[in-house]
């Protein structure tokens, strides 16, 4: 007897609302936790019928709600700060990195990390490190930056705006996915290294995922395996300038 997998997908994200409200923002959270999960037990064949734009759509808008608050930042540096991030001339210091992408989303400015930092989101919001405008540098200062992501977004997700991640020396330890872009974001990565370390005895889904976005991979080191493939494009631009892979993708090594 043969059996659609990808209706009951379809039928999910028909029922999905139009928006994201205060009163359905739990509802639309658990439906899109169901559709992440039949979709991803599909093949890539399966998965190229079904079109996404609706959850992602929805997605960004729980993002945008589950966004830290921009936190005040300090003029002088202090004990354990992660992070610092330069607008225009002014430099403040940050507690914790999330709050250092808080403050710079929407904004042109850099961010320098000052200590190693580990970002972990298990919700369907994805990552707390979040870039849905604005001209951004993530400067990784030959630090490392670890977490889990969640589904398809990695540790660090660009919706809009662009980010360029660079930092010689700097490492991304990759548990399920590393950097995400998707929509009309623009991710630009150079010069650091991507390190698949994989989650609860499982493999990385990919380093670097791109649903539709724009991404420029220049002078990036990728060490470890990935069920996915290290660079997986799903859809829009990906540009490989350079890059060193080392490691199987799962079952293809």
């Not at 734009?53 to 808008?61: D, F, I, N």
């Not at 430099?91 to 990390?113: R, V």
């Not at 005895?201 to 069920?227: C, D, K, P």
Request: some cysteine; charged content about 20%; aromatic content about 6%.
């Amino acid at each position: 007897t043969y059996e659609c997998r990808i209706c009951p997908i379809e039928d999910l994200i028909a029922a999905l609302p139009d928006k994201v409200t205060e009163d359905n923002a739990e509802d639309v959270r658990g439906q899109l936790d169901e559709i992440l999960a039949l979709f991803s037990v599909l093949t890539e064949d399966e998965q190229e019928q079904i079109d996404l734009s609706r959850c992602y759509e929805l997605q960004g808008a729980l993002d945008g709600a589950n966004d830290p608050d921009p936190a005040e930042g300090h003029a002088a540096q202090q004990e354990g700060d992660e992070a610092s991030v330069t607008i225009d001339t002014e430099t403040l210091y940050y507690a914790t990195l999330e709050e250092a992408f808080a403050a710079a989303n929407g904004k042109t400015a850099t961010i320098t990390m000052l200590e190693n930092a580990e970002c972990v989101k298990n919700d369907s919001a994805g990552s707390p490190l979040n870039i849905t405008s604005g001209n951004v540098t993530l400067n990784m200062n030959g630090k490392t930056l670890s977490g889990i992501g969640y589904g398809y977004y990695g540790i660090i997700d660009v919706s809009g705006g662009s980010l360029l991640v660079q930092g010689e020396k700097g490492t991304i330890k990759v548990a399920r996915r590393g950097l995400s872009c998707r929509g009309n974001g623009k991710l630009i990565v150079e010069g650091i290294t991507l390190n698949f370390v994989g989650n609860d005895g499982a493999f990385a889904g990919a380093g670097i995922h791109n649903e539709g976005g724009t991404v420029t991979l220049n002078g990036t080191q990728m060490t470890g395996a990935a069920s996915d493939g290290q660079i997986y494009h799903y859809s829009g631009t990906t540009t490989i300038n350079n890059v060193t892979a080392t490691g199987v993708t799962e079952n293809c090594p």
